[in-house]
């Protein structure tokens, strides 16, 4: 059983088309997320969803049946926005209960569903606190709090933690996938920060152009993109652009700049010999060795360079190195963990596997 489905949705205003011919199922109690970058039409998709905007065609199903002609205050689903919109002259026992009382609920039941959803939230008899005692990640709770009352059949939110601080953010979205996990209700979170989208959902649905471009585990759009803008977008990526000189099963020897050469697997439509592609390489996929150490490897691509900086990180702390050819790589290289320890202006060799990189047709 699908808690939201949603099939072919178009939405134009006027000549532009916001989205293009969207379609998802999720299933019931799962954490789905549209990731995507600024003006792709993931918000305007939610705003069909929540009954805000209407679609030019197709169907919005809620546990099968279509809504599409529904108003939104009749649709089961609930919206957490980025800035809570909770009511600041009321109290969080009566910001949690506005709804309730919206539907005529009897003051007994109202107060005891009040009770129980704010012990849910681990936030247990705090009713007569006023919305500016709150921390931030407190409000973030109430405002969830406040929807999970009225049992929707799917909980909105759009980019609520865009308005935290890191720190904040971090530690929120923990809770967020612990909370969906408590109420066992469907979440869709639209956000354009990866991380949030993959460490929280079960399922990613990655938007560009009005379209999705890819829909899958957060592991597979991580491992296994399956466009050039996917491989991009989620997770970090060295990038270069080249032509094939040459095809062997599903490895592609490309050109870049200058000459260099190095081999990778073929993602996505398959490339023609000479044609150009993009090539994508993570950084933890590399790894740096003393100047010519690799070059003996098989299997593996290589290329001399010199450090050009280190970016502290702890556990992700990256070298950036400068080949001759003037292309900047970064690594993930951990200096406390047994690496060889490098310095900027040391001569290094980068090397990595023939298939930890992709190719991608430029033009699809």
Same mark, same amino acid.
């Given at each position: 059983m699908f808690d939201l489905e949603c099939e072919n949705l178009v939405k134009r205003f006027g000549p532009f088309t916001a989205v293009d011919g969207v379609s998802l199922e999720i299933p019931s109690g799962s954490f789905f997320s549209i990731l995507g970058p600024s003006g792709c039409g993931k918000t305007t998709l939610m705003r069909m969803i929540a009954g805000f905007e209407n679609p030019n065609s197709?169907?919005?199903?809620?546990?099968g049946k279509s809504v599409v002609t529904?108003?939104?205050?009749?649709?089961?689903?609930?919206?957490?926005?980025?800035?809570?919109?909770?009511?600041?002259?009321?109290?969080? !026992? +009566? =910001?949690? &209960?506005?709804?309730?009382?919206?539907? !005529? +609920? =009897?003051? &007994?039941?109202?107060?005891?569903?009040?009770?129980?959803?704010?012990e849910r939230i681990s936030m247990p008899g705090v009713q007569e606190k006023q919305i500016s005692q709150l921390s931030g990640g407190q409000k973030q709770r109430i405002a969830i709090a406040r929807c999970m009352v009225l049992n929707p059949d799917v909980l909105?939110?759009?980019?609520?933690?865009?308005?935290?601080?890191?720190?904040l953010r971090e530690h929120m979205k923990i809770e967020l996938k612990q909370l969906q996990s408590q109420f066992d209700t469907t979440f869709l979170y639209i956000t354009h920060d990866q991380s949030?989208?993959?460490?929280?959902?079960?399922n990613v649905a990655v938007m560009n152009g009005g379209r999705f471009e890819q829909i899958g585990a957060p592991e597979t759009l991580y491992h296994a993109p399956k466009t050039a803008f996917v491989a991009g977008?989620?997770?970090?990526?060295?990038r270069w652009s080249?032509?094939?000189?040459?095809?062997?099963g599903d490895l592609a020897k490309v050109t870049v700049g200058n000459g260099l050469e190095m081999v990778a697997s073929i993602g996505g439509a398959r490339p023609q010999t000479g044609g150009e592609v993009e090539v994508f390489v993570r950084p933890e996929a590399m790894q740096l060795l003393a100047k010519g150490a690799a070059t003996a490897m098989a299997a593996m691509n290589t290329l001399d360079g010199v450090v050009d900086s280190l970016l502290f990180n702890g556990a992700a702390s990256r070298v950036l190195v400068r080949t001759q050819a003037g292309l900047l790589i970064?690594?993930?290289?951990?200096?406390?963990?047994?690496?060889?320890?490098?310095?900027?202006?040391?001569?290094?060799?980068?090397?990595?596997?023939?298939?930890?990189?992709?190719?991608?047709?430029?033009?699809?």
């Open positions: 197709g169907d919005i199903r809620l546990k529904t108003p939104p205050n009749k649709r089961n689903v609930k919206m957490v926005f980025q800035h809570l919109a909770l009511f600041p002259m009321m109290n969080v !026992g +009566e =910001n949690i &209960a506005y709804g309730l009382r919206c539907r !005529g +609920e =009897n003051k &007994a039941d109202i107060t005891a569903k009040v009770a129980s959803v704010l909105l939110l759009d980019e609520p933690l865009g308005a935290l601080d890191l720190k949030e989208a993959l460490v929280m959902s079960d977008f989620v997770g970090d990526s060295n080249g032509t094939v000189s040459s095809i062997a970064e690594v993930v290289h951990r200096m406390d963990a047994g690496q060889v320890r490098v310095n900027p202006g040391d001569a290094v060799t980068v090397g990595w596997a023939h298939g930890a990189g992709l190719c991608f047709r430029v033009g699809g």
